[in-house]
């Protein structure tokens, strides 16, 4: 069993930045893929970005060129630098894990999920 634990959340006015961490503890993720969601009130949880085993990474169109993931060298904490923050970035952050090499921008293919943590973007 993996326990994901995210830290960084936060209240930021509009055009600031915030970095996510997920901190993962029980297995050892450097052979897998890691992915942050995201849920605003009212909507579906929506994919945000996502790391390889091989450290390649990816990013919904709403925040490429905004957002980085990275991964420290263990494999075992990912981070999310969040640039240009927008009010409609604002949702709960959750960090995901699962048990293939390679990265699904859907949810259902995760077996570990974090607890969430909140980032609000004030306009």
């Known amino acids: 069993q993996v326990l994901l634990v995210e830290s960084g959340g936060g209240l930021v006015q509009a055009g600031g930045s915030l970095r996510l961490s997920c901190a993962a503890s029980g297995r050892s993720q450097s052979g897998y893929a890691m992915a942050w969601f995201r849920q605003a009130p009212g909507k579906e949880r929506e994919f945000v970005s996502a790391?390889?085993?091989?450290?390649?990474?990816y990013y919904a169109d709403s925040v490429k060129g905004r957002f980085t993931i990275s991964k420290d060298n263990a494999g075992n904490t990912v981070y999310l630098q969040m640039n240009s923050l927008k009010p409609e970035d604002t949702a709960v952050y959750y960090c995901?894990?699962?048990?293939?090499?390679?990265?699904?921008?859907?949810?259902?293919?995760?077996?570990?999920w974090g607890q969430g943590t909140q980032v609000t973007v004030s306009s």
């Open positions: 790391v390889d085993w091989n450290s390649l990474t």
């Open positions: 995901a894990s699962r048990v293939r090499r390679y990265y699904s921008s859907d949810s259902k293919n995760y077996e570990n």
